[in-house]
């Protein structure tokens, strides 16, 4: 299939586009500056501003599949909420147009998918102490090497040192009064978070054309290609009642494998690792 790929130089993608190229399809990468992709014979690259129709139209028509990973670079202020609804808009606008026929997988994030609780993410009461108590050393370690922060390796310490007491409860609230008012600061700006559930809304009911919206779990970060994984319609994926992950690698193999199934036709889905074996 001929398969467009919207944000194709981020990270999730970049692991998209390597997965479709090696499933044998012909990808187009549209970024601002798609070479940044490595090279492969079935790759054509597309520089496009999605904020221009004219540009969106000419790099996505002609495609049996649109694949949107378009996330904003730069900060988490408002102006990555007001990228995430525009793009959101257009991109579904400019596919309704010209690749009629076709299917659109837009990947939005967590924050869109409902809790057990019966709520989305920043609504649920267990909001954020649940979410971030949760999250193993090893997450905080990663965002720690993302961002350069030096308070996650704190975070990834602190509950490091919690797992390692058995008179603990592993999911214990943090004991340093600057961990707690960090979270509570972290929780009062997703903007980000904030336009991928917005953009769900523009999909909810559309039956016009033929769309899938992904949504990666609560914990995703690199790692190893496992070739397995599971899917969960609507809900955060959890085990045993806490936020469950999965690798960049394996969900871009999930958003792949929906590209060719189209087995999500008009649903909201998230994929994460196999539940493990009961007994």
């Not at 076709?102 to 869109?112: H, K």
């Not at 040192?161 to 009064?177: G, K, M, N, T, V």
């Not at 008012?181 to 972290?186: D, E, G, T």
């Amino acid at each position: 299939m001929k398969i467009a790929v919207i944000g194709a130089t981020g990270m999730i993608g970049s692991a998209v586009t390597q997965e479709l190229l090696a499933k044998g399809h012909e990808v187009t990468a549209i970024a601002r500056n798609p070479r940044k992709t490595p090279d492969h014979t079935a790759l054509r690259r597309k520089a496009a501003d999605i904020f221009n129709f004219d540009q969106l139209t000419g790099a996505i028509v002609g495609h049996d599949v649109v694949i949107s990973a378009y996330a904003p670079a730069g900060g988490n202020g408002p102006e990555a909420y007001k990228a995430l609804v525009e793009a959101g808009w257009r991109i579904k606008r400019v596919f309704k147009q010209v690749c009629a026929g076709g299917y659109l997988i837009n990947i939005g994030g967590a924050s869109s998918l409902w809790t057990p609780n019966g709520f989305q993410m920043f609504e649920d009461p267990a909001w954020p102490s649940w979410f971030f108590n949760a999250a193993p050393p090893e997450h905080f370690r990663y965002l720690h090497s993302m961002t350069g922060n030096a308070i996650f390796l704190e975070f990834a310490e602190t509950r490091e040192r919690i797992l390692a007491d058995p008179a603990q409860d592993p999911r214990a609230d943090w004991p340093a009064e600057h961990l707690l008012a960090f979270i509570r600061n972290l929780a009062t700006n997703h903007n980000k978070g904030e336009g991928g559930r917005a953009q769900l809304e523009f999909f909810v009911d559309d039956h016009s054309f033929r769309w899938s919206f992904a949504s990666p779990p609560w914990f995703l970060r690199p790692g190893a290609r496992t070739g397995v994984y599971r899917t969960v319609i609507d809900k955060l994926p959890v085990v045993g009642h806490q936020p469950d992950g999965i690798s960049v690698a394996d969900f871009a193999l999930a958003v792949a494998d929906e590209a060719e199934a189209q087995q999500y036709l008009h649903r909201h889905w998230s994929a994460a690792r196999p539940a493990p074996a009961e007994g």
